[in-house]
């Protein structure tokens, strides 16, 4: 493959469009279906009506819908013209779309039909276009559309007078844009609670999907099921910039990646490569496969001795592949830490998993590996061109804060000086937040989040994120956090209440029954989890939680609002 004349997103999309043409770059399972030709025309095509409507260089351009082929096209055409795209959450509450719009003084957005009445024109001053993704009509200021459908079907049935047309777009400004110009501002919504605005350049996000490719096995014969919201940049930058990047076909669901819509999917596409949040394959885990392996007296005591373990783990690992379409060759799995029980199956059953790590701010990889070079527990290797070194490090266990540099990191937070001062150190490293150690392989082990950790009574470092896989390993626990309160180890705990139920019979399951029968199964808990635990990271309490814990979109819990 041609190297790129420089790291933009427009020279990575003329680079693919020139080599893929012909080949299917974004599809809807089902439905609307992009070449790269076809992607490559829509893009200048629609940079074009952007510019018409007053959007240049540097102006902000929202964009909020679901996971379709028009979103990737609106992403780039945004990029391509020099530009700087918004991602907005789909399941953001409206107060923080508002706040997005306000803070990012977005000139233009594009959203999907289902969320268009969340737009309010008069309520953002600097908004003076509404594109709808569904046919990319311009929403007129008194809601009258005016469609590019002709303009679209003009280039469907010319496609060569057409890319001649595109290139010329996109070389008319191409020494405009240069690797270190802002292409994206990603708002996250963190555990914290504190949303920021992270810029990231053409440079950031080009060099992270160049980096990826670099360590993971990826090309044009692939093909990505995605289940992941675009606007994340987990999924934007590895499961389309970098898809694309190398001719990949990537193919979207029109419902929610639920077992019901996923499985037919999965048929299908036949996908090559997934991205997945670790709670998607914990579930199928718990749900699906424990129960299998456990459900008798026999198949439990088999669980006990080691090479009968990984024989049944084995023959369960090829029956989930098949699950998967048959051909799956790379699950990734990242934005969240895995569970020590889910990644031993996954080891023993010998499913192609794959582990990352990153953050939003460094767009995102900063480690990683590829599934024939996993290592239990870590998250992988450093990136090339990815510097890493522990701050601090306690002279015992090595442990400290991770810092970073790399083409990856992000320019800093949009408007916000002061954050981005405490994010970075003096020399120019980026603080992660997270705790971890690298081993003299390189490979590096997440501890868990520093803002979260408590110091034990006798000086230990303790890690709530270790507790929690531990008391999560419980059949009967679905979720949990674990937390300090009035100088005391407790836990919060999600409960599984239709395994529940089942040991409950409905003859006997008054309220005041059930509860007590909770009660009951709390201080069992508590007792069996502390017995796995030192005595300095022992639980005092545990707390049941009715209702599901609230969620980041990579599905960390906000534990701001538990704490």
Known sequence: MEQLTQRTIRALLERSAAQFGDKTALSMIGGT???????????????????QNGISAGDRVALLGENHPHWGAAYFAVTAMGAVVVPILPDFHSNEVRHILRHSESKAIFVSQKHCQRIEREE?????????LDDFSVLLPNEEKKSLTSILERGAKNISSFKEAALKFLRK?????????????????????????????HGNIVSDALGTVSIVSISQSDRLLSILPLAHTYECTLGLVTALSVGASVYYLDK??????????????????????????????????????T???????????????????????????????????????????????????????????AIGYGLTETSPLIAGSNPQMTKFRATGKA?????????????????????VKGPMVMKGYYKDTERTQEAFTQDGWLRTGDLGIIDNDG???????SKNMILGPNGKNIYPEEIESVINEHELILESIVFQQQKKLVARVFLDYDKIDEMLPAAHSTELKAQEKISRILEELKVQTNEKLSSFSRLSQLIEQREPFEKTPTQKIKRHLYI
Not at 38 to 51: A, C, D, K
Not at 268 to 276: D, G
Not at 319 to 335: P, R, S, V
């Open 383 to 403: 990136l090339p061109e990815t510097l890493l070194r522990i701050d601090l490090p306690d002279p015992e266990t090595g442990e400290g804060e991770i810092l």
């Open 173 to 201: 400004s191409q020494n405009e844009i240069r690797p270190n110009d802002l292409a994206a501002i990603v708002y996250t919504s963190g555990t914290t609670g504190h949303s920021k605005g992270v810029m990231l350049t």
């Open 295 to 353: 459900n008798t007296f026999v198949k439990r005591t088999m669980q006990k001795i080691s090479f009968v373990r990984k024989r049944i783990h084995g023959i369960a690992g090829k029956k989930m592949l098949k699950t998967f379409g048959g051909e799956l060759q790379m699950f990734c799995i990242g934005g969240a830490p895995l569970a020590p029980d889910v990644e031993m199956f996954l080891r023993e059953a010998r499913f192609p998993y």
């Open 33 to 51: 279906s992009l070449t790269y030709s076809e992607l490559f025309v829509l893009v200048s095509t629609i940079g074009e009506v952007l510019r």
């Open 124 to 132: 953002y001053p600097a908004l003076s276009s509404v594109i709808l």
């Open 443 to 449: 490979y590096v082990f997440i501890k868990g989040r």
């Open 256 to 293: 929610l990646p639920t077992a019901g819509v996923l499985l037919p999917a999965m048929k299908k596409v036949k996908p090559t490569i997934m991205l997945s949040v670790p709670l998607v394959i914990e579930k199928i885990y718990k749900t699906s496969i424990v129960p299998q392996l």
